[in-house]
């Protein structure tokens, strides 16, 4: 862990933290904990979405493969000068190049199209540099391995997830999971804007799984309409797992393959002449 925040930025220093599809969402987490945690002023934005001239003291730039063509363009993008961590699964990408310093991690890649390990780790890793207790996540969420589908499950047609902070942020990974895997509907929000409209598109056929243990108050209006609530203990990132292990009994019992999703690739490569 020393040597991972010797290469983080500074305490108090502005940061961009850049990613795109599951990256985006864990830089999205690490953004609201580091500035949660009085760590400094900290954004995340998609690769292809980057304000232009933004003044950042230091970013962090994710990407699993590191040929993912919106966080190259993004890097070179950026105002002359500006020092960028690239945290990967591995050397000698096409983004390398375009870093300062990198932190490769090659044993939390995997070669399903779709994130799980990789994700679960930067996640884990930023997170615990800014004082998260991954250790008590890591028990939190073993206990979820054992855990069998509820018998309900099938049944399911509509999954929402929601939370609040870095729960809002693993809302949206979680939805994307279901999305890219399942191919079936799955939406997320922040907790405090689902009653704002969304509550009244769910029914006896629709599962909210809220990610943390905050705004108990919206659990009855969620059961009045008859659809299933999971409600987390409080561990957005132990949930997260549980969600994984939620997505593989449906997977099992559709027949799906988990690893090859129609549609997309492993990392999106676009054309020079776009």
């Known amino acids: 862990m020393d040597g991972l925040r010797s290469k983080l930025p500074e305490d108090g220093s ?6 795109c599809g599951t990256s985006l969402y864990v830089a999205q987490a690490a953004a609201i904990y580091r500035e949660r945690q009085g760590k400094g002023e900290t954004d995340a934005f998609p690769g292809s979405e980057v304000p232009a001239g933004r003044a950042w003291e230091k970013v962090i730039a994710i990407s699993r493969s590191g040929t993912t063509t919106e966080i190259i363009d993004a890097v070179r993008a950026l105002p002359h000068g500006t020092p960028v961590l690239g945290i990967t699964g591995g050397q000698g990408s096409p983004l390398g190049p375009t870093l300062n310093d990198e932190l490769d991690l090659p044993f939390a890649d995997e070669r399903s199209v779709v994130q799980t390990r990789f994700a679960t780790t930067v996640l884990s890793l930023l997170l615990g540099a800014y004082g998260w207790d991954v250790e008590r996540s890591a028990k939190r969420a073993e ?5 069998s589908l509820p018998d309900w499950a099938p049944d399911i047609q509509q999954f929402v997830f929601l939370g609040r902070g870095v729960g809002m942020a693993l809302a949206q990974e979680a939805a994307l999971k279901f999305r890219e ?4 509907w799955s939406e997320a929000y922040a907790t405090m804007e689902y009653r704002h ?4 598109a769910i029914n006896e056929r629709s599962l909210v799984w ?3 243990a905050e705004e108990p108050s919206i659990d009855a209006q969620i059961r009045a309409t008859g ?9 957005p990132l132990a949930e997260l797992v549980r969600i994984h292990r939620f997505a593989e009994g449906l997977v ?4 799906i393959d988990p690893d090859q999703p129609p549609h997309i690739s492993r990392s999106v490569v676009l054309a020079g002449d776009r």
């Open 14 to 19: 502005r940061v961009g933290i850049l990613g």
């Open 143 to 147: 206990r979820h391995l054992t855990e």
């Open 181 to 184: 895997i399942l191919a079936t």
């Open 197 to 200: 409209g969304p509550i009244s």
């Open 210 to 212: 809220i990610l943390d």
């Open 227 to 235: 659809a299933r609530l999971i409600r987390s203990e409080g561990d």
């Open 252 to 255: 099992n019992l559709r027949g």
